[in-house]
């Protein structure tokens, strides 16, 4: 892909917009970067954009007489093709691609690609682990950590590069190809974006679309999507199940996850010796040990990972035990599937759960939640936007109290909660009526979780 001498316009500001737009302008394109916020919004890096690369900076509204010169744009994860400029430039002839689109085309190497609803963080960052620790030269990044373009200059034609991939992000994809593409579910999301299920479900299938017949695709037996697409793919698919054995594949047989090929049984490990925690995380590293043993890793270094791998960072994570009750952060259980996850990782703790839920709905109904919340949780606590809505679905299910704030439903938590009580952030919602992503939602969680810890060691009730 030529980019010297090429008039783009990066859309969104923030972390990938702003390496999209620092690649192009490295390589010889002129570059402007378009966000609706006004730019004092902007972050730092944004902002230093203009007087580092000579990048031109658009706040609110983007000038006619710009769009019709561009003749490439780069959209960020979070901006809609269906954006009334992004549609003028596509009829003019103008190339449209995603920032992951522009980073394939550049990154040497094997993309492992990794998407679904639900567990792509944590297989994305456990796969990466269980390659390093084997030996592989590795990168991370796509939608966690670094943006895919930041990681072109690293890889070499022996780098193995993990990328977890949005619906959003493969929206834009052309030629992005996958030596492995995981798949590891597909539930009701982002319905505030997309205009039915099947759109957002055929947003995930896009990661298969470049694949030829010596690559893999990894696809779990259990969700009736995923399992419908191993019949027409192209490439050699590989299924998992936690809820039955398969003929081929990888599954939970009792108490061991086992690899089944042409007949004959292979354990891989048993499931207490895997550090996380959760029927979920069974699946996610069926699919991670999946991914080892097509590229041929060491199976009893995959088996040392899954051991001392403790999961991430907002996800089931353990804060802070405080006069007999824990405290858990899964501020990344941003939809009512990864929140009904997180609860049944809990489900020997019966009737023992508080959950904190609620933030910006995505237009998909809290329902599915009763049967486990009426037998898992004493109560739960909405805030947020969508704060009456959860209340409306969950009445009659489990106790339901509104607060108005995420530091007022810690408090009111830690009040009714007893010894050997869990309280459980699974939001169940995006973030951003209060923050600006999930990850400064769980920040702010454990910051108030730890000065309840710390007002506990002190007397203070």
Known sequence: MLISGRKALVFGAARSGVSSARFLAERGATVAIYDKKTISEWSKEAIELKEKFGVG?????????????????VISPGVPLSLIPIRYLDRKGAEIIGEVELAARFLKGQIVGITGTNGKTTTTTLIGEILKDAGFKTLVGGNIGRPLIDLVVEAEEETITVAELSSFQLESIRHLHPKIAICLNVT?????????????????????MNQERDDLAILSADNEITLSWSKNLKPRVSLFSVRRELEEGYFLKGEKLIERQEGKEIELIERSKIGIRGLHNIENALAALAAGRFLNADLNSMRQTLGKFSGVEHRIEFVAEIKGVRYFNDSKATSVDAAAKAIDAFADEKGKLIVIMGGRGKKA??????????????????IGEDAETIQSDLTGAVQVIRC???????????????????????????????????????????QIVGRLKAGSALGVN
């Open 188 to 208: 009701p999301n982002h319905l505030d974006r997309y205009s039915s299920f099947s759109d957002y479900a055929a947003a995930k299938h896009r990661i298969f």
């Open 365 to 382: 109904p809290y329902t599915p939640l009763r049967e486990a919340l009426s037998r898992q949780a004493s109560a739960v606590i909405a």
């Open 57 to 73: 900076l658009i706040s609110e509204e983007i000038p006619s007489w710009l769009l019709d010169q561009i003749d490439l744009a």
């Open 404 to 446: 108005s704030n995420l530091q007022e439903a810690v408090s009111t938590a830690a009040q009714k909660a007893k010894s050997g009580d869990i309280v459980l952030l699974a939001p169940a919602c995006s973030s951003f009526d209060m923050f600006s992503d999930f990850e400064e939602r769980g920040r702010v969680f454990k």
